[in-house]
């Protein structure tokens, strides 16, 4: 994955956030992941994930293409994918940041 995306646009977020997750650096994701965000996210914004639930997570980021976000609303999605699964990040701003609000995994 390429260092292509400043800090200012939302893919910046993803792209960071896929990085700490597959180094398995946890520290600071509150910085990425929103306040409101719940489920697999929350748990790792917390600092509560299982660790085989983050193993799942890492496979299953393994490989996948970012694509440029879009605009939905307020808000933006960038979505990763390749032949076979498909991931969306649902981002929005929060203290002037992108941050991650919500992630479906197909």
């Given at each position: 994955?390429?260092?292509?995306?400043?800090?200012?646009?939302?893919?910046?977020?993803?792209?960071?956030?896929?990085?700490?997750?597959?180094?398995?650096?946890?520290?600071?994701?509150?910085?990425?992941?929103?306040?409101?965000?719940?489920?697999?996210?929350?748990?790792?914004?917390?600092?509560?994930?299982?660790?085989?639930?983050?193993?799942?997570?890492?496979l299953?980021?393994?490989?996948?293409?970012?694509?440029?976000?879009?605009?939905?609303?307020?808000?933006?999605?960038?979505?990763?994918?390749?032949?076979?699964?498909?991931?969306?990040?649902?981002?929005?701003?929060?203290?002037?940041?992108?941050?991650?609000?919500?992630m479906?995994?197909?």
């Amino acid at each position: 994955m390429s260092n292509e995306y400043k800090e200012s646009d939302a893919e910046y977020a993803v792209q960071q956030f896929i990085t700490k997750v597959n180094a398995e650096d946890l520290t600071d994701l509150d910085v990425l992941i929103g306040s409101r965000a719940d489920g697999m996210l929350g748990e790792l914004r917390d600092g509560s994930l299982a660790a085989s639930d983050l193993d799942e997570l890492q496979l299953k980021l393994t490989g996948l293409k970012l694509l440029a976000a879009r605009s939905v609303g307020a808000g933006k999605v960038v979505g990763l994918d390749n032949a076979s699964q498909k991931i969306q990040f649902q981002l929005a701003k929060q203290g002037g940041k992108w941050v991650i609000t919500e992630m479906s995994i197909r």
